[in-house]
């Protein structure tokens, strides 16, 4: 059981370059959700997905878009990264089934700098 | 004004110290509390959760939640140098379950040896 699993781990893009975070779980989750972490910010919440095919606005979703097309993945895209993009991104994942919700387990990020 | 507010530190104690930590929040919404802790150049790790008022222990680990003065906290008994870390408060609304979690920024703590 791997978790939640994020590549890449560190990336460096130019201001306007596009990218894919990707993350995927092996727990069958299908609640899932991309944090952004700042310093002095805390985590704050970019999208989220509740199954396959649906996917949600969080705090912060300007600038990003993603998809769930599969319950195990769940790609973060920046279609023209800007300076203000710089950041430690994390993917979290949690089980909705049985009527039983859970914490959400995060995996260990993807540290974003644009310049 | 932040929705959750907790005190970033350092917090600096001595092996075998009992260590309080403490997350304020506004949103009398909030409904489930986690306690989540991070290493550095790490993701955050599950501690404990609660949901509505109450203490819940684990361990060397007591969380307690005041939600008529909207206060939680982490209680680290018998504090161990492998505690360092940051340790981070989450919330959300009881309508939305442990999901669109909202956090503190976080209180490094350093236990000594």
């Known amino acids: 059981n791997a978790g939640v699993t994020q590549t890449p781990k560190f990336q460096v893009l130019k201001t306007g370059q596009s990218m894919t975070l990707q993350c995927a779980q092996d727990?069958?989750?299908?609640?899932m959700s991309w944090y952004r972490q700042d310093p002095g910010m805390g985590l704050r919440l970019i999208h989220y997905?509740?199954?396959?095919?649906?996917?949600d606005q969080g705090e912060v979703p300007n600038g990003y878009n993603v998809s769930r097309s599969t319950t195990e993945d769940f790609p973060l895209r920046l279609l023209s990264a800007a300076p203000s993009q710089t950041s430690v991104y994390f993917c979290?994942?949690?089980?909705?089934?049985?009527?039983?919700?859970?914490?959400?387990?995060f995996g260990d990020g993807t540290r974003l700098s644009i310049l | 004004q932040k929705e959750v507010e907790q005190d970033p530190g350092p917090l600096s104690v001595p092996e075998g110290a009992i260590v309080s930590l403490n997350c304020t929040y506004s949103?009398?919404?909030?409904?489930?509390f986690m306690w989540y802790r991070q290493y550095s150049r790490k993701g955050p790790e599950l501690l404990m959760y609660?949901?509505?008022?109450g203490n819940k222990e684990d361990g060397r680990f007591t969380a307690q939640v005041d939600k008529s003065s909207k206060y939680i906290s982490l209680f680290i008994r018998d504090s161990q140098p492998s505690d360092s870390a940051t340790y981070l408060c989450?919330?959300?609304?009881?309508?939305?379950?442990?999901?669109?979690?909202?956090f503190g920024t976080g209180t490094r703590l350093l236990v000594s040896p």
């Open positions: 949103n009398s919404a909030f409904q489930y």
């Open positions: 997905s509740v199954g396959a095919g649906i996917t």
């Open positions: 989450a919330m959300s609304e009881g309508n939305t379950g442990f999901q669109k979690l909202v």
């Open positions: 727990m069958n989750h299908e609640y």
């Open positions: 979290a994942s949690s089980s909705l089934s049985g009527g039983d919700n859970q914490p959400q387990h």
């Open positions: 609660t949901y509505s008022s």
